[in-house]
């Protein structure tokens, strides 16, 4: 039985197959779009600078505790948590992951989408010829506002989603992702090489990594820490459940380095893009806008030879990027309802990934499509309290589990299998007990004063 679930969702060929799985989970929109628009919008360098300190205390904390559930109870989060302390209200989180998981696929599908919209629009030629900063805003201006084009494009971004995870992971999208994110990242350092080498990109450098202090707020602090949740995949039991296929002879500490490592790294090297192509085409690195990306890309292809081809290449990777990621949203969910409910993973794909699509349609309708949707800022919500409070309140549970309620020499036990001398045991100890779970609070808190 044991097996047959397991096969039912795949298993990792290997360490690497994991470690690019769990990376094509971490990298996507998240990267790319997500973290340069945070920067944009909370003050540039200090943003940056907080960011980092996250991943590294916290981020990475939460990573190597989800892996180290995963491996041990080898269930999805649900039965993990089950497994562990049976019949206890911490079946909940198990609950919370599964809903944040179908939140997040719905407005994450609608960003994915536009990529996959960009991609057309490069290729037929939208962008040739001298391309402005007012030209790119505009067109992003009615591309995202057409509503049958964004219903549509977000119907195919759930629609392969939901094909590929009722197939099953493995032979698909490892394949894929092991060939397509390397050419990812190549494109990626290619087009920083040639942001960093526009007139003018220094000043956009400046704003990206020159922190200004006077711009540090909790309302910083609170966007870097769910933005570092969000990029690493955490908090919802993602790497639970990718944790529970890896093998009791594998480092999941380096596993968890690595993972951590690629996704910050594509996200600083994306930023590094944006920012000085923005300060080159004359604008201020506060523009903001979840429309950022699309407005900025075009201008840097169309500073390059043959740059609509480099274009349509790279809104083409991004949007595999996203779909690594979309799978893995879905997963949580339809490893729930395949393990714990006995539906069949077509019956779940379905199930779910419509749900995904019904509930998208407003954030899809909310960048000028309807007026109500426009109004309500759906998408910008849905992408707070699930991209952002959802996945820190998981987190913060993740931690208090690990650390008090299933214990740390228990978890401990897991993390030295494959890894014997554990040399960040003590850091990782205290930040899954203490730190890490002190400073959600005070930002949970803080969210409060936020709102109010
Ligand atoms: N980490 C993904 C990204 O950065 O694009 C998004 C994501 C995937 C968030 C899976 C949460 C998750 F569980």
């Known amino acids: 039985m044991e097996n047959q679930e397991t096969n039912a969702r795949g298993t990792w060929g290997s360490k690497i197959a994991f470690i690019f799985a769990a990376a094509g989970s971490a990298i996507g929109l998240g990267n790319i779009w997500r973290f340069p628009t945070q920067v944009s919008q909370n003050g540039g360098a200090v943003f940056v600078l907080v960011y980092i300190i996250a991943v590294a205390l916290i981020g990475l904390t939460v990573m190597l505790a989800e892996l180290t559930i995963g491996r041990h109870a080898q269930k999805n989060p649900v039965g993990a948590i089950e497994h562990i302390k049976p019949r206890s209200p911490w079946k909940l989180f198990g609950y919370l992951g599964v809903i944040t998981g179908v939140c997040i696929l719905s407005f994450y599908s609608v960003a994915a989408g536009w990529a996959v919209g960009y991609m057309v629009k490069t290729a037929s030629g939208a962008f040739r010829g001298e391309v402005t900063g007012q030209m790119t805003d505009r067109i ?109 002879s594998d480092n999941l500490v380096s596993s968890a380095g690595w993972v951590t490592f690629s996704d910050t790294l594509i996200a600083i090297l994306a930023g590094m893009i944006i920012f000085p192509t923005l300060a080159f085409s004359g604008q201020p690195g506060d523009v903001g806008g979840v429309g950022l990306i699309y407005k900025i890309f075009p201008i840097i292809f169309s500073q390059i030879p043959g740059g609509y081809i480099f274009g349509t290449l790279f809104f083409a ?90 214990g740390v020499k228990k978890a401990l036990q897991e993390v030295f299998s494959g890894n014997p001398r554990f040399k960040l045991k003590p850091f990782w100890v205290f930040s899954l007990k203490f730190l890490s779970p002190i400073a959600i609070i005070i930002i949970l808190i803080f969210i409060k004063t936020i709102a109010g």
Not at 346 to 365: D, E, N, Q, R
Not at 373 to 400: E, H, M, P, Q
């Open 140 to 248: 992003f201006t009615e591309f995202s506002a057409d509503p049958l084009q964004v219903i549509l494009l977000l119907a195919i971004i759930v629609g392969l989603t939901t094909f590929i995870i009722s197939r099953g992971v493995k032979k698909g999208i490892e394949r894929w992702t092991k060939i397509l994110m390397p050419i990812l990242f190549v494109l990626i350092i290619f087009l920083a090489i040639r942001a960093l080498t526009l007139p003018g990109a220094g000043k956009g450098l400046v704003f990206y990594l020159k922190p200004d202090f006077s711009k540090f707020s909790g309302t910083v602090v609170l966007f870097a820490l769910g933005q570092a949740f969000f990029s690493l995949s955490l908090g919802m039991g993602t790497m639970i459940t990718y944790g529970s296929y890896i093998s009791k």
């Open 317 to 406: 990777l991004i949007s595999v990027a996203a779909l690594t990621s979309t799978i893995s949203l879905l997963e949580v969910p339809v490893a729930y309802l395949v393990d714990e409910k006995n539906w069949s993973r077509t019956k779940a794909a379905l199930g779910i990934g419509t749900l995904a699509f019904v509930l998208g349609v407003p954030s899809a309708l909310s960048s000028g499509g309807t007026q109500i949707f426009t109004k309500l800022r759906i998408f910008y919500w849905f992408d707070f309290i699930f991209g952002n409070i959802s996945l820190a309140v998981g987190a913060l549970l993740i931690c208090v589990f690990v650390g008090y309620v299933w």
